[in-house]
Nanobody
Framework: QGPLVESGGELVQAGNSLRLSCTAS????????MAWFRQALGKEREFVAG????????YYLDSLKGRFTISRDNAKSAVYLQMSSLKPEDTAVYYC???????????????????WGQGTQVTVSS
């Protein structure tokens, strides 16, 4: 098991909400930012949202603004993704990622994240 563990994925109906959690362990004090990515079946993994752990700055995939909210709890070494008004196209495996590169802020490129969780499945039924 790596330093990041996701939870909260489940089967939900369209229009409902869901909150994903990502808990970090180990060398979390070196993390500069954490992010959520998702990968739908047959598609490439895409950036969803990210947050810096010091200042709490956030960045979102444009199409998800207003429906998804990322937040952090540094005391718990946790990052959350609150998803609302879920749609069937939100169905994917959601991954938590982290990087420790100072000055890189919130990259949307997955290769810049060195730490990953195993993923949690979110399925939205119509």
């Amino acid at each position: 098991q790596g330093p990041l563990v996701e939870s909260g994925g489940e089967l939900v109906q369209a229009g409902n909400s869901l909150r994903l959690s990502c808990t970090a362990s180990g060398r979390t004090t070196s993390f500069e930012a954490m992010a959520w990515f998702r990968q739908a079946l047959g598609k490439e993994r895409e950036f969803v949202a990210g947050i810096t752990l010091r200042g709490g700055s956030t960045y979102y995939l444009d199409s998800l603004k207003g429906r998804f909210t990322i937040s952090r709890d540094n005391a718990k070494s946790a990052v959350y993704l609150q998803m609302s008004s879920l749609k069937p196209e939100d169905t994917a495996v959601y991954y938590c990622a982290a990087h420790s590169r100072r000055g890189f802020n919130i990259p949307t490129t997955e290769t810049l994240y060195a730490y990953w969780g195993q993923g949690t499945q979110v399925t939205v039924s119509s």
